[in-house]
């Protein structure tokens, strides 16, 4: 169930059942040589999509810019300040709430989102904690909760199989195979990459980040990314996440 393609009718009638969104996050960056600049926003929502559809929950719009600065040394990538994003969350769950969802389910496609989304969720509760009832005394204030796709224990054990290490930590072939799944036709012939960078240090700036991982990829091998594993992944994704919200929804 997509949240935008609703009447409002319909959204008032969902919430007689159940409070609980499904809220994609993901980001606009580059990929190396052969990934997509959508690809975490594009998986996330995807996945976020089939979760929505097969365990009947809403499925608020993805939030496709996310927390990306480190990636501003490729051209097309786009990112939201930390402090910008915590309150772009605020304003998507704080609408929703509004009318009345409580949980907040957050499948997030990049690992570079993580601490800013949890910070948002303090900010949100925070908000709750020091209003002094204004919003409904002891009344629970929202739940989030933030889920990153490839982390699910099955699915990561799926990706390790067909992997290895090989599958790094950015641009990797995991992520790659998922687009590649879903949009085949916007996969990319891989060029001959050679083997990645060495991971020595953490990035700070874009330049930092440019200048350690010149291709774009952390210690990771796309170029042996397939349709065929995205399709195995992203299903394993869907199922594990897919019963994670609905204990979560019941919960
Ligand atoms: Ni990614």
């Not at 319909?10 to 997509?36: C, D, F, K």
């Not at 012939?189 to 060495?198: H, I, L, Q, R, Y």
């Not at 042996?224 to 195995?232: F, I, S, V």
């Not at 199922?239 to 019941?250: D, N, Q, S």
């Amino acid at each position: 169930m997509q949240l935008q393609m609703q009447t409002w009718s319909e959204v008032e009638r969902y919430l007689e059942s159940s409070t609980t969104a499904i809220m994609p996050i993901g980001s606009t960056e580059q990929h190396g040589p052969n990934g997509l600049i959508g690809t975490d926003a594009v998986s996330a929502e995807a996945i976020a999509l089939a979760v929505g559809a097969a365990a009947n929950v809403m499925v608020a719009p993805t939030i496709a810019v996310g927390m990306a600065q480190h990636h501003m040394a490729f051209k097309g990538s786009m990112t939201l300040r930390p402090a910008t994003m915590i309150q772009v969350i605020g304003d998507y769950v704080n609408s929703l709430a509004h009318h009345g969802f409580d949980k907040f389910f957050f499948v997030n496609g990049h690992g570079g989102n993580s601490a800013t989304i949890e910070a948002a969720f303090q900010e949100i509760y925070t908000a709750y904690s020091l209003d002094g009832g204004k919003t409904g005394g002891n009344e629970p204030s929202v739940r989030c909760r933030l889920r990153n796709w490839w982390q699910g224990e099955k699915t990561y054990k799926l990706i390790k199989e067909l992997f290895g290490d090989k599958d790094g930590m950015h641009a990797t072939i995991s992520e790659v195979s998922v687009t590649q799944h879903l949009f085949p036709e916007h996969i990319k012939s891989a060029p001959d990459m050679g083997p990645p960078e060495p991971f020595k240090n953490r990035w700070s700036d874009a330049a930092d980040y440019r200048a350690n991982f010149p291709d774009g990829r952390i210690a990771s091998h796309p170029y042996l990314a397939t349709p065929e594993a995205g399709k195995k992944i992203f299903e394993a994704a869907v199922k594990e996440i897919g019963e994670e919200v609905t204990a979560y929804a019941k919960g």
